[in-house]
């Protein structure tokens, strides 16, 4: 790749205004040094889950479901590094103390069934999470590319990180007044996994009024149920669990 489609990235990605398209150019244009695939996400901490961290979802549909329902993250030995260094890395450069567990090769061997082979990784600061990565990801077996194709790839993985981070502050301050102070707290109590009886005595409310705010939550967010409130509010940005 010449560096002038980098630049040439750069310029479209300042212009975008939706994760999509911004997903859907950045994929094509890193295929051009052999990665099919990509997920940018803040990275798990603390029994954190990893779906509403997800920022940009280019992962093979099947394989992100497994990986998310089967809780890979908390033994997945590049997320785990992802955590640990702002260095960009390749996945097979991941130290052994995290890469050679049980449960990090159980997700590198399940990786192959949808054909991802090796990666790329880009960990990067973050105003929304503890620390994101962009990790691009490769159905060749050895996915290394030059010194020069690295720095081309942490050049727009900063750059599409920067643009997706401001599309949020963007849909914060515009969501910002959807729910109340109070519905906030009862959302936050509903993701630390607290009931309604046991969140009404933590807040000294009824529970007759802590369901009357969830439920107004719901309604705010278009939502069936507090779970998907939660992860709504945290997608948004209004809560941070």
Sequence with gaps: MIDAEVFEFVERCQKHTATGPLLTDLLATVRNLGFEHLILSGVPLGGQKLAPMVELNGWPEGWFARYVQADHAAVDGVCIYSA????????????GKW??????????????????????????????????????ASSSKDCRVSQREQVQLVTMAIYAGMSIQALGTEDEAEGSDLLTDREKEILLWAAAGKTSSETSQILGLSERTVKWHSARAREAFGVATTTQAVVEAVRRRLIHP
């Design 84 to 95: 640990k260094t702002l260095k960009p890395f390749f996945w097979s450069d991941v130290p």
């Design 99 to 136: 890469s050679d567990t049980e449960g990090s090769r159980r997700v590198a061997g399940e990786a192959t069934e949808f054909g991802i082979w090796s990666g790329f990784a880009v960990p990067m600061l973050s105003v929304h999470h503890w620390q994101s990565v962009l990790s691009f």
